[in-house]
């Protein structure tokens, strides 16, 4: 599925929300409704695997204390939504997704 221009740059500005963040550094699995990828850690690997059916499950990984790898949230999209394609996320990922989720309102106006 290709993505039309206003959900591209919504999904680059998420990834740089992710990858491009200081702490905690996140690595990603993305669910598409059928299968999940193993843990991604590159931003263009996860931009590979977006977007292959109509909703994504993007779930974000960090290590904890001991070194395990721990989910610390999700990010549903569903594409063909426009800007509304941030349909839901875990709300400790508030902060984090401020940015890109004010950007779209911004794209409103």
Do not use: C
């Amino acid at each position: 599925m290709s993505l039309d221009g206003i959900e591209s740059q919504i999904v680059n500005r998420l990834l740089d929300a992710i990858f491009y963040n200081e702490k905690p550094r996140y690595q990603v699995t993305i669910h598409d409704g059928e299968n999940e990828t193993a843990l991604l850690h590159a931003r263009t690997a996860v931009r590979r695997e977006m977007a292959a059916t109509e909703r994504d499950t993007v779930h974000l990984w960090t290590r904890d204390d001991k070194g395990e790898m721990q989910r610390a949230g999700h990010v549903v999209l569903i594409y063909g939504n426009g800007r509304d394609l941030i349909s839901d996320y875990s709300l400790i990922l508030e902060d984090l997704l401020k940015p890109v989720t004010d950007w779209a309102l911004s794209e409103l106006a």
